[in-house]
């Protein structure tokens, strides 16, 4: 399952990454106090109730006293050698951009940190009081975020995901545990190439009735574990092109199996098709009178049809997730 931490805000600001998210994640976890859920819109409401997307993670102790500490080494570092981060920030004066009250403009829930986090922010000139928490520089807000979501992603064992470019120079002031950056990259081509339309051209209620349909989570799970199947065996070249066009041929793993079972069977018969499609039937007394093509097949052999059916699920369900994206505006 593709279960990740969302961060910094509360809420997706991009809509067309938020449509990419409901038709390519399972679980999508804000970091979002109990003192945030003020703020939250309409759509997220729509989303939490509507969709299985939308689960927040509400920041604990032991989260917010692990961010505590990597944040204070990394800021501890700027500190000493403001100078060293000239390309990250655009100024070797950041410190002192970061302690004038004007640019105290970024809100840090209370839930998310310590006392020894706020106490050092102080103590530096780098925050002010708030209602909720703290104020912080943006920049210096962002960091926090970036290694809260990464101390949380940890603890968790799940990756961490944003949608705010900006965060991506921060990623060498941390270290990420996974990185889901490539698998997504090449899922979103995927899912774009096959898509009828632009996705920002696809509303958001048509895609939240999209994935609200029948089976919708089996088929996106199996092209999960088909995507992460390709990029671990991918070579040089291989493209999205290459992923779509191997689900073009599915049905050839199926008939293989067909073919070394000796049985001439040219098309499969509803005896065959029950037997394999249908759990219930398990029994030799079921399976002996199975009938394909004419032909009663041994128990031995509709089992290993049986077995070959189950495996090759995850392709055909992919096969059939694809096939999907190209009828959702029907």
């Not at 998210?21 to 759509?43: C, H, Q, R, S, V």
């Not at 500190?79 to 981060?85: E, G, L």
């Not at 951009?97 to 209370?110: I, S």
Request: proline fraction near 4%.
């Amino acid at each position: 399952m593709e279960q990740l931490i969302y961060y910094p805000g509360f809420e997706i600001k991009d809509h067309d990454w938020l449509k990419f998210a409901l038709l390519y994640i399972d679980e999508l976890n804000p970091i979002i106090p109990t003192a945030g859920d003020i703020f939250l819109t309409e759509l997220h409401r729509k989303l939490t109730e509507e969709t299985d997307l939308i689960k927040p993670h509400r920041p604990n102790y032991e989260e917010g006293m692990n961010a505590t500490f990597d944040a204070l080494d990394i800021v501890e570092k700027i500190i000493r050698n403001p100078s060293r981060y000239l390309r990250l920030f655009g100024t070797s004066k950041i410190i002192e951009k970061w302690q004038q009250p004007e640019n105290h403009n970024y809100t840090l829930f209370e839930d998310k940190y310590t006392y020894e986090w706020e106490q050092f922010c102080r103590n530096a000139k780098l925050s002010t009081q708030s209602d909720l928490g703290i104020m912080l520089p943006k920049e210096l807000g962002l960091i926090y975020m970036t290694i809260l979501a990464n101390a949380i992603s940890e603890s968790r064992g799940i990756s961490s995901i944003t949608d705010y470019k900006a965060l991506d120079n921060l990623s060498i002031l941390i270290r990420r545990t996974t990185d889901p950056l490539k698998k997504m990259s090449t899922a979103k081509s995927i899912i774009n190439l096959k898509l009828p339309a632009n996705l920002r051209d696809v509303a958001v209620d048509k895609i939240i009735k999209f994935r609200n349909r029948p089976q919708f989570k089996i088929k996106l799970n199996s092209f999960h574990q088909e995507l992460n199947n390709f990029l671990s065996n991918i070579e040089v070249g291989n493209t999205a092109f290459d992923f779509i066009e191997s689900y073009e041929q599915v049905w050839s793993d199926f008939s293989d199996e067909l073919v070394q079972l000796g049985t001439g069977i040219v098309t499969l018969g509803l005896g065959i098709w029950i037997a394999i499609s249908s759990p219930e039937i398990t029994t030799a007394k079921y399976l002996k009178e199975v009938v394909a093509a004419g032909t009663t097949l041994s128990v031995g052999s509709l089992i290993s049809l049986r077995n070959a059916w189950k495996k090759t699920q995850p392709k055909r369900f992919t096969r059939k997730y694809l096939a999907d994206l190209q009828k959702i505006n029907d």
